[in-house]
């Protein structure tokens, strides 16, 4: 049974950092893409970051280019985001998805959430003013 669990949400001051985890288990990690995502209320979920094979192949919106960054680590089978600058636009629960690297022939269609095979269950961001 595939598992993603995700922590390091909470409340912080607008500028201040946070670093979310998301820890897999029930699949071979290194296979895998990994997405973050986010939700806020009455909003659609929408993209944030991806990551392919290597913190050399990671894709961003245009919202969190710059402030946040993804990475992987394959022996822990733990994806990052590091973000920084935070903005009170940010607050949302975050949600990582993992999809097969052998279904992602183009990064760019990492920011589809319809590409994703297995979510997790969140974690709260909020940013205050």
């Known amino acids: 049974q595939v598992q993603l669990v995700e922590s390091g949400g909470g409340l912080v001051q607008a500028g201040a950092s946070l670093r979310l985890s998301c820890a897999s288990s029930g699949l071979t990690f290194s296979t895998y893409a990994m997405g973050w995502f986010r939700q806020a209320p009455g909003k659609e979920r929408e993209f944030a970051a991806a990551?392919?094979?290597?913190?050399?192949?990671?894709y961003y919106a245009d919202s969190v280019a710059g402030r946040f960054t993804i990475s992987r680590d394959n022996s822990q089978n733990t994806v990052y985001l590091q973000m920084n600058s935070l903005k009170p636009e940010d607050t949302a629960v975050y949600y990582c998805?993992?999809?097969?690297?052998?279904?992602?022939?183009?990064?760019?269609?990492?920011?589809?959430?319809?590409?994703?095979?297995?979510w997790g269950q969140g974690t709260q961001v909020t940013v205050s003013s």
């Open positions: 990551i392919t094979w290597s913190d050399n192949h990671a």
């Open positions: 998805a993992a999809t097969p690297l052998r279904r992602v022939v183009d990064g760019t269609r990492l920011k589809n959430p319809g590409l994703y095979d297995y």
